[in-house]
């Protein structure tokens, strides 16, 4: 949900947007109306969560720009006046459109997709360059893994991993400690890069740590079912033509 800030001195004005709004995108809150000036310093000189603003330009005690001479405002701007003349002065500050009063339902959806496309264009640039720190940083040693989780990168030493494991082109990450996590590498991109003595491509699904492994059962057919110190989401097993392969690991690492 996208949060509101409403800028504007004639209650009627201030209801009639309101109004809009929830017609046209009802996902929004409102979640403030500011009717002059002063108020307007004072709110915005704390810490404001909110996605856009609606600014009328003429209030009650001056024009809206005295507000951007007192604080600075880092949200995208829509003006909202009945005044042309100002369109100039408003794109000087972080306005993304100028609504001529009165104006109609069409003028403010086509303000709000202009907000949505600037917004995910500014989150698709972030989200580059998060992404391409993360994989700097991986790049110069796979020793630490860095795990996006919800707002937070969460650096996990390899050797606190147990598996990975993908399902439905989503793979997790585990650690021995049993939490998991969502982890964007695929595991063909973690076979390559992951230190081949402490992890083991065990078969589509599962990339094992030497660590993690608890036991190993003969299974049907001369395969292999690997028990691990933590629970796994299905059984792992190591096929008939791939268990010669995973011995020769598992006593070359026991080796190490």
């Not at 509101?4 to 109306?33: G, Y």
């Amino acid at each position: 949900m996208r949060r509101v800030i409403i800028v504007e001195d004639e209650t009627a004005a201030a209801v009639n947007l309101r109004n809009m709004l929830k017609t046209i995108a009802p996902d929004l809150e409102v979640v403030e109306v500011l009717e002059s000036v002063e108020e307007s310093v004072e709110f915005f000189s704390n810490e404001v969560d909110a996605d856009v603003v609606f600014m009328d330009i003429h209030l009650a005690d001056g024009d809206s720009f005295r507000i951007f001479r007192s604080v600075d405002i880092n949200l995208p701007i829509i003006f909202t006046t009945a005044y042309d003349e100002y369109a100039l002065e408003a794109f000087k500050v972080n306005s993304i459109d100028y609504l001529l009063k009165p104006f109609k339902e069409e003028d403010l959806r086509r303000a709000l997709d202009k907000l949505h496309r600037l917004t995910a264009s500014e989150r698709n640039v972030e989200r580059e360059r998060r992404e391409s720190f993360v994989e700097s940083v991986a790049s110069e040693t796979m020793h630490t893994l860095l795990v996006r989780y919800k707002d937070k990168i969460i650096p996990v030493k390899n050797d606190e991993v147990a598996f990975f494991y993908t399902s439905d082109d989503h793979v997790a990450l585990t650690t021995l400690d049993g939490r998991s996590y969502p982890f964007e590498k695929t595991l063909e991109a973690l076979t390559q890069q992951l230190p081949s003595d402490r992890f083991y491509r065990a078969n589509r699904q599962f990339i094992v740590s030497r660590s993690a492994v608890k036991d190993i059962a003969v299974w049907f057919g001369s395969r292999l079912a690997l028990n691990l110190t933590v629970d796994t989401p299905e059984r792992i097993i190591i096929s008939k033509a791939r268990v010669p392969d995973f011995k020769q690991w598992l006593q070359s690492v026991h080796l190490v």
